[in-house]
């Protein structure tokens, strides 16, 4: 079993920064890739970020729409898993949910992303 906590969400103004951290407790070790997702409501809830397991070379993949403005990385030894977002804009708004896949998904309880002047 795998758990996931959220936080570092809240508001913030357009072109400005957050730092969300996703830390994992459980079964940590059979955790392999983890990632960000975000939800709007009454819209699917899309991938932002993903990276893989440090054996696996650590490797990063992120939605168009955030490529350049946000990074995602892991800290092995904090099992944690960080979304730095830069550049924020309205369209950035959304409860953003961490995702850890091991042998089965697990999900984060979310934490909200408001981009507003």
């Known amino acids: 079993q795998v758990q996931l906590v959220e936080s570092g969400g809240g508001l913030v103004q357009p072109g400005g920064s957050l730092r969300l951290s996703c830390a994992a407790s459980?079964?940590?070790?059979?955790?392999?890739?983890m990632g960000w997702y975000r939800q709007t409501p009454g819209k699917q809830r899309d991938l932002v970020a993903a990276i893989t397991s440090t054996t696996s070379g650590g490797i990063t993949r992120y939605a168009d729409s955030v490529k350049g403005r946000f990074t995602i990385s892991r800290d092995n030894a904090k099992n944690t898993v960080y979304l730095q977002m830069n550049s924020l804009k309205f369209e950035d708004t959304a409860v953003y949910y961490c995702?850890?896949?091991?042998?089965?998904?697990?999900w984060g309880q979310g934490t909200q992303v408001t981009v507003s002047s």
């Open positions: 995702k850890a896949e091991a042998y089965r998904d697990y």
């Open positions: 459980g079964s940590i070790f059979s955790i392999n890739t």
